[in-house]
Nanobody, 126 residues
Framework: QVQLAESGGGSVQAGGSLKLTCAAS????????VGWFRQPPGKGREFVAA????????YYAPTVEGRFAISRDKAKNTAYLQMNSLKPEDTADYYC???????????????????WGPGTQVTVSS
């Protein structure tokens, strides 16, 4: 069983930066991919970014590409989401998720992930 825990959320002004951390614990972490999702207030969960654990290939939602960067430290079983040039519309609860086996074209689908963290809140004020 894999446990995920996010940290690094908080409040920031528009244009600022935050770095989220997703730490994995439990049995040996053999995830195929880790993704970040977010849920804005009153809206559904949406894909933000994902990274293939072995090769490091990255994928982004168009709304964050060029502003956010996902990375991972395999030795620490930790993934990161560096968020720059934050906008008020980035305000949301952010979740990391781990996918046990990779299937092409599924990284943006929340239902394809097997493990989820409890989330961390990000608030961007104008």
């Amino acid at each position: 069983q894999v446990q995920l825990a996010e940290s690094g959320g908080g409040s920031v002004q528009a244009g600022g930066s935050l770095k989220l951390t997703c730490a994995a614990s439990g049995t040996t972490f053999t995830s195929a991919a880790v993704g970040w999702f977010r849920q804005p207030p009153g809206k559904g969960r949406e894909f933000v970014a994902a990274i293939r654990w072995a090769g490091g290939s990255t994928y982004y939602a168009p709304t964050v590409e060029g502003r956010f960067a996902i990375s991972r430290d395999k030795a620490k079983n930790t993934a990161y989401l560096q968020m720059n040039s934050l906008k008020p519309e980035d305000t949301a609860d952010y979740y990391c998720a781990a996918q046990e086996s990779y299937e092409p074209g599924t990284l943006w689908l929340s239902g394809s992930y097997d493990y989820w963290g409890p989330g961390t809140q990000v608030t961007v004020s104008s």
